[in-house]
């Protein structure tokens, strides 16, 4: 139900708060991207590719083609979409046969900094929001699966995959 615009400037300014960490993380051209729950307008996709990257993209409603998900990545995004996933640990399972080792993993999603004001917070208002993470939740994962996390923004955490 969003309303992203592909030629709306202020959307574009907010996908940079992941797209820009993101480049310079992965500190190359011509890579080969998934962007992962892209919804219906994948502005994050068309902003990689117009760097120089080979995008592909993935959604359960917008984009079906199963196709993509069968080979593997340099680079996965995910902005604003992994709080709607009914069983994130699914698609985390599914993100480490997709991305290559030393490949990064960008999301994009508001986190929790405070479990007492949990339930006033306004992003859980949404009835579609069913997954919350806090910045702890990342750093378990990354420990967890031998990734690098670092946290560029208040809504941004990086994780790059280690090669061994």
């Known amino acids: 139900m969003h309303q992203n615009d592909l030629n709306d400037i202020g959307y574009r300014q907010f996908l940079q708060r992941l797209a820009l960490p993101l480049q310079q993380q992965l500190a190359a051209n011509g890579l080969e991207g998934l962007d992962f729950g892209c919804g219906p307008g994948p502005l994050l996709a068309k902003m990689l590719a117009e760097t120089g990257h080979k995008m592909s993209v993935w959604d359960p409603y917008f984009a079906t083609d199963d196709s993509v998900l069968k080979k593997q990545y340099d680079f996965i995004t995910c902005s604003e979409a992994i709080e709607h996933f ?14 290559k080792p030393g490949g990064t993993l960008g999301i994009m999603t508001k986190r929790y900094t405070d479990v007492n004001a949990f339930a006033s917070w306004h992003y859980k208002l949404d009835p579609t929001h069913v997954s919350f993470f806090c910045e702890h939740t990342f750093i378990y994962l990354a420990q967890r699966d031998n990734f690098i996390v670092n946290f560029p923004d208040k809504d941004i955490a990086l994780l790059q995959r280690r090669k061994h």
């Open 86 to 99: 009914i069983y994130p640990v699914h698609e985390w399972k599914l993100w480490l046969t997709l991305l």
